[in-house]
T-cell receptor
């Protein structure tokens, strides 16, 4: 299957700072990328969908000014958690899908801890 | 609306015994169905998918799943469980008619295989 690389795998930051998470498709062009958030022992909750060159579409209840998503190229999407708070601590997972693809491929996830 | 149900929070089996992890789904049209496995603090690993064709799908690590349209089910099975199969398993669905949309995940089932 196709490879999606997510970086960093773990990050610890102080309250009030911003953190950027990168999601790269290494061997295909990702026309659509999805960002999920996962709380311990719970399912993946979709945060937003981004299409290359367009503004992201956020799910209800997700603050778009807090979780900034940029999908500037067909191989890279970034999620920036702005002014992070301890309640933003979570596991964030991206997935990428090519044009006309039937499945999405997942990154390794990023464990964010805000202290 | 699309949805996935995994009715069991946890499944316990003894090593060497067969295992089943249940999944039912609801979509407006026809489904694309997926199973993923997640180990602690790791991303999702793809196990298998049903897109079209044979109802019995064989995947990675000896797992298989059977698509049953009349029962709207896609249960994951393995003839002989291994201790190393212990992990969190997610079923996911997407409507064939909704290309480019995110997968919808079930809540997950923790599989525990005892030696």
């Amino acid at each position: 299957g196709a490879v999606v690389s997510q970086h960093p795998s773990r990050v610890i930051c102080k309250s009030g700072t911003s953190v950027k998470i990168e999601c790269r498709s290494l061997d295909f062009q990702a026309t659509t990328m999805f960002w999920y958030r996962q709380f311990p022992k719970q399912s993946l909750m979709l945060m937003a969908t981004s299409n290359e060159g367009s503004k992201a579409t956020y799910e209800q209840g997700v603050e778009k000014d807090k979780f900034l998503i940029n999908h500037a190229s067909l191989t890279l999407s970034t999620l920036t958690v702005t002014s992070a708070h301890p309640e933003d601590s979570s596991f964030y997972i991206c997935s990428a899908q090519g044009q006309g693809g039937t499945e999405a491929f997942f990154g390794q996830g990023t464990r964010l801890t805000v202290v | 609306a699309q949805s996935v149900a995994q009715p069991e929070d946890q499944v316990n089996v003894a090593e060497g015994n067969p295992l089943t992890v249940k999944c039912t789904y609801s979509v407006s049209g026809n489904p694309y169905l997926f199973w993923y496995v997640q180990y602690p603090n790791r991303g999702l690993q793809f196990l298998l998918k049903y897109i079209t064709g044979d109802n019995l799908v064989k995947g990675s690590y000896g797992f298989e799943a059977e698509f049953n349209k009349s029962q709207t089910s896609f249960h994951l099975k393995k003839p002989s469980a291994l201790v190393s199969d212990s992990a969190l398993y997610f079923c996911a669905v997407r409507d064939v008619l909704e290309a480019g949309t995110a997968l919808i995940f079930g809540k997950g089932t923790t599989l525990s295989v005892s030696s």
